[in-house]
């Protein structure tokens, strides 16, 4: 079962994997370093929530 911090983390990556490809190409919003910077963040977020479920 998920906790409620995992949860949210969830929520934001869902979020950002959909609306990023929308900004990038419907909004043709350009890529921006700060954008990955900000998965690279995402990413880590993910990794210290879930490494204890192993």
């Known amino acids: 079962m998920l906790s409620i911090p ?3 983390i969830l929520q934001e990556v869902i979020t950002l994997a959909v609306f990023v490809p929308v900004a990038l190409l419907y909004l ?3 890529l921006k370093l700060d954008y990955a910077w900000a998965g690279c963040c995402m ?3 993910v990794y210290f929530m879930f490494r204890s479920q192993r």
């Open 6 to 8: 995992q949860l949210k």
């Open 28 to 30: 043709e919003q350009g």
């Open 43 to 45: 990413v880590g977020a």
